[in-house]
């Protein structure tokens, strides 16, 4: 069965840097694009990147742009979120995704505080 | 920027029909999707496309369009429904970006 499996969330400072990874199982990664989609305390769902099952095509929230770059290794089946220049108003749960989104993971949490 | 607009709150009596709205520009061109999200867990895909159900979904939970506003149906509302509902989907643009609506707390009550 498809699983996504997140990792890599913690607390970090404001300003630094944090990578977050997504390793899928049960399905043919290579052939799915992914998503990334956060869930700040008490908030709604928002979209956060999405890339092309090739790499081909990344698109990106505006809040995010420039700061986030998602990413992926279909030789290790496994998403990548490159996090920099973190503020407080990234403190979410992040989810992976897959596809329309069909499939998602459980989420991994990450807070920005001093 | 692109939104999507859904009514923050919907209540109906258990056996009652539920609707939760969604409207936005887009809409008209683009696919809607909808996600049950029940507290604590992760979202769950219940429409894609519109008004396709994916399998494992009840047959009461149903989906339409018309015009730049989807609609997610539930017929006969059991209280295993209360739950967060967002819709889904993408803006028209060279550029495109992807958005959920602000999502809909169902309560069965």
């Known amino acids: 069965q498809v699983q996504l499996v997140e990792s890599g969330g913690g607390v970090v400072q404001p300003g630094r840097s944090l990578r977050l990874s997504c390793a899928a199982s049960g399905f043919t990664f290579s052939s799915f694009g992914m998503n990334w989609v956060r869930q700040a305390p008490g908030k709604g769902l928002e979209w956060v990147a999405v890339?092309?099952?090739?790499?081909?095509?990344?698109y990106y929230a505006d809040s995010v742009k420039g700061r986030f770059t998602i990413s992926r290794d279909n030789s290790k089946n496994t998403l990548y979120l490159q996090m920099n220049s973190l503020r407080a108003e990234d403190t979410a749960v992040y989810y992976c995704?897959?596809?329309?989104?069909?499939?998602w993971g459980q989420g991994t949490l990450v807070t920005v505080s001093s | 920027s692109y939104e999507l607009t859904q009514p923050p709150s919907v209540s109906v009596s258990p056996g009652q029909t539920a609707r939760i709205s969604c409207s936005g520009d887009a809409l008209a061109k683009k696919y809607a999707y909808w996600y049950q999200q029940k507290s604590g867990q992760a979202p769950v895909l219940v429409i894609y496309e519109d008004n396709k159900r994916p399998s494992g979904i009840p047959e009461r939970l149903s989906g339409s369009s018309s015009g730049t506003m989807a609609t997610l149906t539930i017929s006969g509302a059991q209280v295993e429904d209360e739950a967060d509902y967002y819709c889904?989907?993408?803006?028209?643009?060279?550029?495109?970006?992807?958005?959920f609506g602000g999502g809909t707390k169902l309560t069965v009550l």
């Open positions: 995704a897959r596809d329309v989104p069909d499939y």
């Open positions: 889904y989907s993408t803006d028209s643009s060279d550029d495109p970006l992807w958005v």
């Open positions: 890339i092309w099952y090739d790499g081909s095509k990344k």
